[in-house]
């Protein structure tokens, strides 16, 4: 088919995916409200190479979406040819200056001569980008309204049909160690985990803001680099120098990189390339961890007090194994930032829950090791809440080695957020009893323990255990940090709970109480609860199930005991396991530079 008629269906047909891939997004009404009295003048440098058509349709969407700010435009020639002198010319007037140098010399060297030209706060833009409306104002409002340590902004990029080209950088470590990566490639602009904005462990080159403040401290762009790379060490160096970079998705640009580009190199790419990891090997390819070891748990509310007293639990038998270990409690989801300060010559620190994941992995871009200790996937906690889950996933990020409660958390972690798990705790409260032990039970009428129901479930129990000759006593908190002790002290018969819990702490802490236990099934928790051995799974919907299990328990004192024993066993056994396999978990994960 000719290029003509292929452009004159391919122009139409991206534009309406375009549409379609956008849909919705935008720049909110308060970033905007925000930029109309905080407006700062920009100078927006623009490096060029033989790319007249690119370059003119990317100065046209500037002066369309920039015309409320004062702004100049720095192109620097890197083509050097006099034939496309002269073209360049006829771009220059108004607030478009061109710099022409004598020789060809590399992108690097032409963003900086571009910089080094500017007055203002600098925007570095690529030729091939087409700037979309609101983009200046959400980058401006991210550098200086977000949290002052922050100097480069990073927007969102697509390609011409809304498909996303950069979400942020992030390094490949498990995927393709050689490599840092952009988020998100290939999904909709309106994929909610890419429009989560947070700290970008770089850059991208093709579109930045850089705070003047920064400038002055990072200067430009090493040189050494001719193509690749250099933009990832730009950020890489403002993290190490206080300065922070961030990525804000409401910013947003149409970026013509190729959508099929891959990862073949030339000479001069993988010459970047060695440089680069000349420079970042030890710390990156060759981070490891001296003994002696010392371990910082980090928990936030969002931990239950059933996971925080595991959590304590598990830092005392680390500190007993040998590897000294204390928990801190931030008071809110989000970073603390005195804990990042105080945490950020630490060991290994430890990820309770999703509310402190901004914390450890800020206190450990350059020093220790970001351990994430997975209570589940947590964003399946607020199915009534989409931003929230976005927003978890969004924290859950690669340069974290995780620790996943059974094998159903590392799956939906893969799925989820594509990071591998590399090992697994089976979480379980500390059993201080000899698991083959028998519990006395209470004299008289028999009594069924029950956990965690609402009100509808307590009426529908209260007649089945009654009209069993049964008693019920309700337990209304399952994520109680006393709730193996509650259970213990009322020696039930049986222990019966209807809900799914996202791991098996509440489960095994309800076996270890001595009692036979009904719940119900659960993929989350199957490797450990296992329906005939050490418990009685149920249909919670049937009444007549239900029931069958109660009778099986209360009328068959064999059947009763026989659960009550291997659901005694199993949590102590859990419990022996947690105790022991944590601290070498943690001792691989310090010594493997992974």
Not at 252 to 260: F, K, P
Not at 315 to 336: M, N, R, Y
Not at 341 to 368: I, N, R
Not at 456 to 461: F, L, N, P
């Amino acid at each position: 088919m000719p290029s003509n008629v292929v452009d004159r269906v391919r122009g139409p047909l991206a534009h309406r995916l375009f549409q379609l891939n956008t849909r919705g997004l935008g720049v909110r009404p308060e970033v905007l409200e925000w930029a109309s009295t905080h407006r700062r003048p920009v100078s927006i440098v623009i490096p060029s190479y033989n790319d007249i058509a690119l370059l003119t349709e990317c100065l046209a969407s500037i002066e369309r979406t920039c015309s409320a700010f004062d702004y100049e435009v720095i192109v620097v020639d890197d083509y050097c040819q006099p034939e496309n002198s002269e073209r360049l010319r006829a771009l220059e007037g108004g607030r478009v200056q061109v710099i022409f140098k004598e020789r060809r010399q590399g992108f690097a060297v032409s963003v900086n001569v571009g910089m080094a030209a500017a007055a203002h706060d600098i925007v570095l833009l690529n030729s091939d980008i087409v700037a979309q409306d609101g983009w200046l104002e959400a980058l401006q409002y991210a550098a200086y309204a977000r949290d002052e340590r922050i100097g480069l902004v990073s927007p969102k990029l697509v390609y011409p049909d809304g498909r996303i080209q950069y979400g942020g950088t992030y390094y490949a470590r498990v995927l393709a160690p050689q490599w840092f990566g952009h988020f998100y490639v290939g999904s909709p602009a309106t994929r909610p985990v890419a429009n989560v904005p947070g700290y970008n462990r770089s850059i991208s080159g093709a579109c930045v803001y850089l705070r003047r403040e920064a400038y002055e401290v990072l200067g430009g762009l090493d040189e050494s680099y001719w193509l690749g790379f250099e933009d990832v060490d730009y950020g890489l160096q403002a993290w190490q120098k206080g300065i922070r970079c961030w990525y804000e998705p409401q910013s947003l640009l149409i970026h013509h990189e190729s959508a099929s580009r891959g990862y073949s190199q030339g000479k001069r790419e993988l010459a970047s390339m060695r440089h680069f990891w000349e420079r970042w090997r030890p710390l990156f390819l060759e981070r490891t961890l001296p003994e002696p070891l010392r371990a910082d748990f980090v928990i936030s509310p969002e931990s239950t007090p059933v996971w925080r007293r595991y959590i304590e639990q598990q830092a005392e038998a680390l500190t007993a194994a040998g590897i000294p270990a204390t928990v801190h409690l931030q008071d809110a989801p989000g970073k603390d930032e005195a804990l990042v300060d105080e945490l950020a010559d630490a060991s290994l620190v430890v990820c309770g829950d999703w509310g402190a994941a901004e914390t450890v992995w800020l206190a450990t871009l350059h020093a220790g090791k970001p351990v994430y200790l997975l209570p589940t996937v947590e964003s399946g906690l607020h199915p009534e809440d989409p931003a929230l889950q976005s927003r978890i996933v969004a924290g859950y990020r690669p340069e974290f080695d995780y620790i996943a409660a059974n094998r159903w958390g590392a799956d939906q972690l893969r799925a989820e957020a594509a990071w591998e798990v590399r090992h697994r705790v089976v979480p379980a409260l500390a059993v201080t009893e000899d698991a083959d032990g028998d519990v006395e039970r209470q004299p008289g009428v028999a009594l069924v323990v029950a956990v965690g129901l609402g009100e509808a479930d307590r009426a529908r129990i209260d007649a089945l255990v009654y009209g069993r000759e049964a008693r019920v006593h309700h337990i209304a908190d399952a994520d109680a940090a006393d709730l193996l002790e509650q259970v213990r002290e009322l020696r039930p018969a049986a222990v019966l709970t209807l809900d799914e819990y996202p791991n098996s702490l509440v489960p095994l802490a309800l076996m270890a109480a001595g009692a036979a236990y009904i719940g119900t099934p659960n993929p989350r928790t199957s490797w450990e609860v296992l329906d005939g051995y050490n418990a009685l799974l149920v249909d919670r919907h049937s009444d007549e199930a239900i029931g069958r299990a109660l009778d099986d328990v209360l009328g068959d004192a064999e059947v009763r005991a026989e659960l009550a024993r291997n659901g005694r066993r199993s949590a102590v056994r859990a419990a022996q396991l947690a105790a022991a396999e944590l601290p070498d978990v943690l001792r691989s994960i310090a010594r493997v530079p992974v």
